[in-house]
């Protein structure tokens, strides 16, 4: 049976949130930014962040879209594995060119879509680009890839809540939980 188990309270997502935002405010003193959030993952986390940052901004939306999972090496792994093939299903609505960018993502696991969005973003010639995650498992990495802010790093386990899912549910659970044999029926 699926069990969920907080990991991270919402009171300590705030704390953090807020302390992220303001090391951004600071880096980027006087400066505008553009705030691209992946969707759907990271919408709440990207409403609550930008509300803490005391700089002109403005966000844009991303959309992208791993094509199925992998044949998976085990069952619990069948539920969140990306191949990698990332297709991407809404564009940004404006050109990024000269912007200072900060991508905002909910959490980096394997790091391709990461990669994906970075090589995109990086086409338009951004004046600046730097990314933003609420949740970092470093050990699942697959490509050396780095975000400048890092709300939580983890273990290797299946998260949901504060806008992650699992098959399009729990986004809005307020509390990053852990979904134990997300695997299973
Ligand atoms: P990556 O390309 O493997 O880094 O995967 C990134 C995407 O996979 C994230 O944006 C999430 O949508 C999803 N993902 C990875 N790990 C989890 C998890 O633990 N819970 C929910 N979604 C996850
Ligand atoms: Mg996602």
Known sequence: MKQLKVLISHEQIAARVAEMAQKITHDSAGESIVFVGVLKGAAIFLADLVRKVELDATFEFIGVQSYGNRAADSPQRLAWDSTGEVRLTKDVDQSLNGKNVI????????????????RL???????????????DKPSRHKLAIEAEYVGFTIPDQFIVGYGLDYAEQYRNLPDICVLENAGLP
């Open 103 to 118: 991508l905002v993502e909910d959490i980096l696991d394997t790091g391709l879509t990461l990669a994906f969005l970075k």
């Open 121 to 135: 973003l990086l086409g338009h010639k951004p004046k600046s680009f730097r990314v933003a995650v609420l949740l």
